[in-house]
């Protein structure tokens, strides 16, 4: 039993609990979280915030949307265009992502294949735009291939893993040696399969969020008028197409019924067909010439040149840039877990009555409806770029996300009937109980954050994405080709480290609602 | 049998059904409880003595050390955080986070206090999932003794302790509430520790009378499944 103790407990300050080193790791975060921002770039540098912010919440309680003047069928065309090329363009681009995402699965098991997926998904579906732009123009091919490519990389790694994950004894009592492709359909591939549509449905609605991004680089989706709308100071007409989208999204699990897909999909090829008028030279020269370090194609080569070329792009782009990237997403690790352990309890039954908590769950829907680089958009209008509207932008998204997950796991929790209320109910009850779980989805989110914040300096912010979108602007394209392969060397670096850490502190659960 | 003359009146249930979807159901429940009692609930598992705790226990959340067979200790947190819970109604809230962070040396001297009459003290900071079942269910007592409260109501508190230990805690208990209430599997220390007996049965209560008037043979019945 109890052995003749040698210490007395008062002595005993050190703490032999499960929870001690997810308790110390978290500690270290928000140190090194707050540290970081120290350096960072916090400067309000607009000359009137409170004057925008209050034209911006005029505009929000008096949203409008613009009708159509003059040859058009109904007085909403414009709006009705918008949504219908947003929605297009997700449906066409997540169907052929699932395609070629599916045939990718079947061979994942190959290094040389996760390779390719892990390159291909790190690069962000606005790269793969900008890129695709310059070949194809903007074009429906250019927005389909932009959110199929990336996914396509996010549907082989997650089908490969959903099925490898089943069981495998049903396949191995009918026979053990011989797989059929019958077989494996029927006694693997099924048992993923209510995961695997669950999967889809949740694409399906990520896809909508990046075809709505899209826009802001110039495809005509809703993000295109909602950006016009905020740059000439429209604020009501932005609300107003804001607040649709947003009602786009919520009303999603109504409308995207997966029966009615064949339907909406061949509504959406007949709307808006993926083709482009482009020339193959254009194409060619695009791959031989354009995206090939410039001192490569001069003749005479000449080893010094190149040597400056890339020295001039690493000092003066990639090291910025990812310091800038790397900066921001440490510092908004801990914001968004804070984020999402302070607004959980909202959603959750734990605390609030069950008809109160769906005011919970509404909040939660809006903040993760809204795609950060729009949120971070916004914010940037009031208070100019610095690190502030990236870390409003990615804590609110990522830790409402975070967030709705929690509040669903803690109201699984069955306490005791004497259990406690309230705030103690939430430090000693229920936030013991989910951390481990809230650590794990901290960390899957972890890695989408970084992609998003080298995508925020298409913005203005420093990120990796403001030297790439420069050097497109510039046209040098064999500068933004190396930058964005660094930026995908940076992001899959993150993914390792994200699983690696996962993997130290056993927190081995798969939420796929979080793989990007 | 009624509570003595001289205590007050703590639960009166006057043909009362007992129980929710998921529990068993008691039917026709007439019973009092008075304070000073020694009361042990016996009769075979499933048959409703849970519920009966339970619902004794929502009748009176604030005076009852409540002692459930789930514990639902919070298994990343420390012995000493879970025994901690039982005191956390009487403190404000700030005090309460303050000593989730840091354990305060006054409550870790006062929680000291309870695990060495359980002869369990070793392992104040470990966490509950490293500990046995056993050591588990003291630190449920421990959190029930710590809460300092007049009645205690135990659903079968000894089940995974050693008889001799068990015996040595059915004690402790009784020196520190003045009424009790347990349900035990283990008749025969039922009839010592206890003055009075519950027995159910089919859904009922099936005996109600004072130990010295029972043997271990005249509630055997109790366990006998019968064909109706």
Redesign the interface.
Known sequence: MTQPKTHSPLFHSRMNTSASSLRKFSLWAAIVGLGVLWFGDTAIITRDPGDIFRQLFFGAITPSISTCEQSCYTAFDPLINALLTTISFALQGVTLGAVLGAGLSLVFQHRIVRLFCAVIRAIHELFWALLFIQIFGLTPLTGVLAIAIPYAGTFARVYYELVDETDPTPVQSVSPKHITLSLWVYGRLMQAWPQIMQYNRYRTECAIRSSAVLGFIGLPTIGFHLESAFRQGDYSESAGLLYTFIFLIATLRWWLRSRLLPIYLLMSFLWLPPIANFKLSTLWRFLTVDIIPAPLRQSPFQGDQLRVWFENIVLHAAIPGTIETLGIGLVAFPLTGLVALLLFPLASTQFFKRHLTRYGEFLLMISRSIPEYILAFIVLLILGPSWIPALFALSLHNGAIIAHLLANISNNIRLRPDATRGINRYGYEVLPRLYRQFLALLFYRWEIILRETAILGILGLHTLGFYIDSAFETFRFDQAFILIIITAIMNIGADQLSRTLRNRFKLNNTPYELSS | MTSSSSSTRLFHLENCLLGYANESVLLDVNLTIGSGERIALIGPSGSGKSTLL?HL??LL?DV?A?C?Q???L?????T??NIF?GQ??NHP?WY??LN?IR?Q?KE??AI?LVTEKL????K????I??LSGGQQQRVNIARALFQNRSIFIGDEPTSSTDIY?GQDIISLIGEQHETVIFALHDIELALNSCQRIIGIKDRRIAIDAPSHTLTVESLSHLYQSHNQ
């Open positions: 339970r226990q929502g959340p009852v409540y459930p789930h514990h639902g919070v298994p990343m947190l420390s000493f955080h819970m956390l109604a809230f309460n986070l989730l354990p040396k870790i001297e000291s002869q369990f003290t070793s104040l900071f470990t966490s999932d490293q230990q």
